[in-house]
């Protein structure tokens, strides 16, 4: 598969990696034993990009992955570049983001993962103030010398956060929700981390599954999936589910959007190859609950390159069934 360069580290990330938030929770139960498999599929097709956090499952994704990579072998290991989140785990106070904390939650993670150093922490989605903080940026650099961690980056949920961040001459990389129902991040972010030399993650690409056309009006969804219980932001920020569109308007856009599929590619895969042609896209980042999502995702980096009247009719949809909804909020 297709590796890119994170410009200011070196470190290289497949153009399709995986997230575990669905090993961890909020997704309905994942088996100890699928969870392994998925892992073992996404590895086998190419992806050398795990994403994860402390605070899936309190940290069970971590534990899994760590497992996984134990099991199969330091030289296996080696071509795998696995990413951490830290903070969502605290208070969302932006006091909580201190040195002290930074090495009391990097230590877990690394514990979780069996590794002496982590290959790149995000912090999580903090309160928005600690992308202005220098003392926290001072602190994540800390984290580097003390070789606690080898490059650090942000999660983001707005395009001004992520701006804030890649200002920043330590950051990495920015982890941002961008799919054909988020369109905003063209707009700056993405050229800004491109010149810069910043890694961008986008997270979120299928819009909790819409994407993948799989879904109707009377489609019920586990009481413990984030998609039954967050449609509101009671939980986290709305835009983490269905990336902030109301259901309804989701699955009908999502219905026009599986029309533009080219032959023999499916909507899941036409909206992951439209990501990673987007100039600034270093990896996309779905998750998988079976292996056989694990491979069909992981596949998508094959497909050729979508035509000019594709970007041009997602834009359309985007415009007249999506932009109102979510433009302006994040």
Not at 22 to 33: C, F, I, S, T
Not at 49 to 64: H, K, N, P
Not at 134 to 153: I, K, N
Not at 199 to 228: C, E, Q
């Amino acid at each position: 598969m297709e590796q890119r360069t994170v410009g200011r580290t070196g470190q290289r990330l497949s153009v399709v990696g995986l997230g575990t938030w669905q090993l961890g929770a909020d997704w309905g139960d994942v088996a100890e034993r699928d969870a392994m498999a998925v892992l073992e599929a996404a590895v086998e097709s190419g992806v050398t990009f795990l994403d994860t956090a402390d605070v899936y499952g309190d940290g069970r994704s971590e534990r899994l992955i760590g497992a996984f990579l134990k099991g199969i072998g330091a030289e296996r290991a080696r071509d795998v570049l696995v990413a951490t989140k830290m903070g969502r785990r605290a208070v969302q106070d932006p006091s909580e983001f201190t040195l002290d904390n930074f090495r009391t939650w990097t230590d877990r993670s690394r514990e979780h993962l069996g590794v002496d150093t982590l290959d790149l922490v995000q912090l999580h989605c903090p309160p928005t103030p600690v992308f202005s903080s220098g003392a926290v940026y001072d602190a994540l650099d800390t984290l580097v010398d003390e070789r606690r961690v080898t490059a650090y980056g942000v999660s983001v949920e707005t395009c001004d956060e992520a701006l804030a961040a890649i200002a920043r001459p330590g950051v990495a990389s920015v982890q941002i929700i961008f799919n054909p129902f988020r369109l905003k991040p063209l707009e700056r972010v993405l050229p800004a981390a491109r010149a810069a030399g910043v890694g961008v993650i986008a997270r979120v690409p299928l819009a909790s599954g819409l994407l993948s056309g799989r879904y109707g009006p009377d489609t019920v969804f586990a009481a413990d999936d984030h998609r039954t219980y967050n449609r509101d932001g009671s939980s986290f920020d709305v835009g983490e589910t269905f990336s902030g569109v109301d259901y309804a308007t989701g699955v009908a856009a999502a219905r026009e959007f599986a029309g533009l599929a080219p032959d023999g590619a499916t909507p899941a895969a036409t909206a992951l190859r439209w990501i990673v042609q987007q100039p600034g896209v270093t990896s996309v980042i779905p998750g998988a609950r079976d292996a056989g999502q694990a491979r069909a995702n992981a596949a998508a980096a094959d497909l050729p390159a979508l035509p000019g009247s594709t970007l041009a009719a997602v834009r359309d949809l985007y415009d007249r069934r999506i932009r109102a909804q979510v433009h302006d909020r994040w």
